[in-house]
């Protein structure tokens, strides 16, 4: 009788309640991951080609951030202008009065309460492809189906790749994921910040194979300007790993190069020392690109570097001069050899 | 420890060569590859890319001069004779700089008219037979078929040129000619002949109909009669056209007043062996004429080093008008003659040369081995051939050629599969095959890989390679696929899995039946691979599912021209069964009736055109004395019942099944409202654009369609990897493969399905309303069979790959999955392994083909405004290559559309 009622509680998970895990918290709900997209035949992401599933929740707020919506812990409503025929409908489906039409005849939406909208009305009046709701919940069993079909297009060499967002955020769910991945003798990998507690960032990469783990500054002030966060607990982070015996993964770290604010001599010197002194040997280099632009705009959100033109050919190949002084390898952008 | 990058890159293969501390290079570096044939080649390329398409009446006059002359003698000998005339009088031209020479007609990229098989479609509009012919409805298909503008199309007359049939120019002097030679064979060509008797068919009303709305796009039997198949030369190369005429004469002894047990055809042995005689001998002259320009050039040419090409020429002409090719260079020009002649033969589009890399393989590997050749002039050769071969044009209606083959030619050559033994097949010369494709990217030949997991990994690379110059080529098709496809429909006739390797692509990737001859040279004996079946692709040719769901919906009306097209079931449809059902009824209806018309087209063909050239190359006609018509080839089960529109009739099966059926959103009739509105949209014509994207409301139109046409739109649909629309293919695939079996060629042997669209889902869905799917009127179909409609495979090529493996592609002769992917997801060394270990697992899982077009959209747009901009653009459509400039908007639409992916 008794078991009977949990497993009903269980296969009726409360749909209008979203949770996201953060680390160390334990919730009794059925485990499940929030996940904003999952795009199959990636192959800048890891070795061979990958799926890569993008979670949501970030310790870090970039202010270039190429993936905002990743940010919110909760479906949330995009609105593609591009799409969008201005017909009204979604104006009178909100039970909140969140929409709105400006004098220039553009929608407004009212952020404040249309990100914690939990209903969702507007969605099933637009009949325009103009509204769509941005993330979706997978249990492990969900995602890893997902995974094991894909991985019969991947090729010997490929794997998943968790990305986010933070993609070690979700603390249950990816280390369940992870497990099972190794179980399933997939080859795992991560995009992460390592902005996460030691001991709980260490227990789960006993479970991966490549980390991707971005320098964004070297100098703590700067980093926290740049991002809301120092680098200490980073920088502490990916030193242990590097330097953990029994851990026979790869480390990639990566430098977005974003003009003017992390793209110094000073501070790619200072970057390439700090990988060189703890026994690492190759740094990736990404130029800044604008492709998340879009992004702002559908989620009512202001871009601060529309403006801004990715890093020059020439400053690029400065940099991985810069660094190859130091003998170690330089990849530019997604000339890698993997 | 963390691993070094060393072990990364070791485990992966890679040797570590980055100079960690050395020098970067100041640049970054464009690795994509670009490359430039030989000078020679490019000049050619030149006078192609400026050459206009033209038409000559100069094989046309000679052929019925003859003809007409020998209304006394048996066809087969009348046509024999009429044959060697008109190839004795071909005037011969010769271009310098070439080396592999010889052409159709008196232009460089020429064709001549064949009236016998139908004068209609090019007499003058007004003219009282091109009347008739509009109301048999075999010419509502020019109506919507349009060429593209560009390229050496010439789609309008100016000067003293006239255009004929949508695509070639003719001198205006010539037009009188011309006409006085169609009207000689009005009533008396395949096309009228045919017409005759098909009548006597019952229900042939039903046929009329069929054609005037566009259910079935065209009859074969009089348009393209022969055609995507492999072709065979083995003959000419093993014995020389003097071997072949010795080896008539000694059957002839043979045969003459024999039946042999044959009471029926027995006898016509001896005619027929008498007829190779007269087309051989028609040949060798036509060659001997080529022999003296050359002469003449060069007696006339002044260069020293053009006039030893000319000399060298001429004496490689005179030797293989006789003798068997003894050097690389005579067997490539005698398999360019041959070529040639049996596409003047008869009318013919996809006459592909097969695995020519292993047919020419004993030559190159002596000539190598004696020093007589270098791979640099072998490759400098497969340039040359490239040229050869896109400068060949088919002369036949608009429809045919505009609407259906984008002026294709498909003379598709195939590289890869195994060989007799079952061992990878592949050689040295299918290298720099693959090399000079990548080096001269021109249209022809199309190249197909016939992948096996035994082919070597640097030559699947190396074709990887080739695919990222853009060329589109080499498609990938599965070669256990293919085999065990042959293997079932052919089992009766005695296919077994030795011929079934023998394989090759005729036409765009049509799978046909081929087997292995000896070939010998120098002592030294070869299995080369070469055509053993009849034309493929004949008999029912592309059957619009989405016109046939239509009429389903209907109640047998064509809401387009209000005709009633099928008798009326009269049934309200109130479950999806009981639509399902009906559909099938019609398509069934649609299918009987277009065979056993067909039948009787070709059944006239073969009493009067059969061919004669094509037959003798064939195994076993020369054996066994009967030509194609009396079913002289070894293989003969290869009528077809081709298919078109599948995913778009997918989509729109889910979205009723979805919105009337299980969740009842909207009832039937209400659905039906609004495909006849059009959701409230203006048609594809009224804003000459053909994707759905760019379709325009209405301005009086209301907007209660809006939601409909969401949901619609929202619908599942194909290539996502969702079992709701997945299983409405499978269901589908399990219905229509074993259907065909249920119809009859006149050969005697049950069809089969063949699922490629060509072009034809462009002139296919202009003559369609918007369907349940949310595909507006007018608009393309999705392309191919396998391909998703552009914009619906949201969930990424896994997804999409996945949905297309659902049913078993060994059922059908193919299947077709094409996807556009950006260069920069396929960047790099790793980017090309990556695209392999994608197609790879395609071929895996039992998908039969799947090709690439690596293009920006970006770039297809502004080619679209600034087409003078883009001359040699090419661009992958359906199973074929093609200039951007010579395709219809309709498919240039729909190339843009294309769902692309990037690399992420």
Redesign the interface.
Known sequence: MHKSQTSKTTTKPPVKEFIVETPGAMKQEALRGFIFD????????G???R??VFMNGCPLNCIWCCNPEGLFRHPVIMHKKSKCVC?GNCIESCPYDAVSITKEGNLYFNRGLCDVCKTHECLDT????GLELNGKFYTPDELMQKLQ??R???????GVTFSGGEPLMQSRFILEMLKRCKKAYLHTCVETTSCLPTDYYMDAMQYVDWVFTDLKHMNNGEHKALTGAGNSLILKNIET??K??D?????VPRIPVIPNLNDSDENICATADFVKAI????INILPFHRLGESKYRQLGKVYRFAEQKPPS??K??HI??LI???????F?G????? | ?????KA??AD?G?PMN?Q???Q?????IDREIQREPHPRVQKLKHIFMGTLSSASNEFPYWYTREYMLHDNDVPVLRRAKSLKTAFAHSTPVIIPGELLTMRKAPYFRGSFPMPWLSEGFYMAKEDEFYQEALKRGSASVDEHSKFGQGGGNVPNSFGKVVSIAGKFGMRQEEIPALLKLARLWYGKSVDDLGNRYEKMVPGYGTKEKIMRNIVCMFDSGFTLPQGREVINYYYPLEYGFDGIIKIAREMKDKVAGRADGDGMVGMNRLYNYEAVIYVVEGIQSWIHNYAKEARRLESLEADAHQKTEFKEMAERLEWIAHNPPRTFIEAFQMIETVHIAVLNEDAISGMSPGRIGQVLYPYFEQDMEAGRITEDEVIELLELDRVFKTSIDCFASVGVVGGVLSGNTFNTVSIGGLDKEGKSAVNRLEYLILEAGANNAMPQSTLSLLYDEKLPEDFLLLAMEVIKTGAGYPAFMSNQIAQEFLKNHYGHEGMNVEDARAWAIGGCLETSACTWKPLHLNGKEYWIPGGAGQPTSVGVHFVSMPKILELTLFNGIDQKTGETVFAPHDKSLDTYEELFEQFKTYWKEAVDILALTNNIQHDIWRKNNMAVFNSLLKPDCLDKGHLINELGYRYNATFNVESAGTITLVNAMAALKKLVYDEKEVNLKEMKNALKDNFGFKTAQEINSFSLADQEKREDGD?KW??L??KT?QAPKYGN?DPYADNILLDWENFFCPDCKNYESLYGHPMYPCQISVSTHGAMGSATIASPDGRLAGTTFADASMSAYPGTDK?????L??SAAIWDHAMSQNSQLNIKIHP?????V??A??L???T???M??GGFHIQYNVVDSKVLKDAQKHPENYRDLMVRVAGFTQYWVEIGKSVQDELIARTE?E??
């Open positions: 999952i795009q199959g035949h990636s192959v800048h992401d070795p061979g080609t799926t890569t017909c637009c009949y325009h492809d079909r894909d019969q297009f991947w090729g010997a060499k490929g790993l590097a953990k015996p851990w026979d993964g790869f480390i026994g690492l040997e190759v050919a020439e690029m190949c991985k001069k190859e002084g130091y003998g170690l390898v330089c530019i997604y000339e890698t050899p993997f | 420890m963390a691993k070094t990058l990364v890159l992966a890679i980055f960690a501390g050395g970067a290079p100041d640049q970054l907007k809006d939601k046409h969401f739109l990897d969930n990424g090529p896994f997804a790959l996945n920069t997801a396929i960047k790099g790793e980017g392994k990556k392999l270990d994608l790879r697992a395609y895996r899982k992916y690399g992420v």
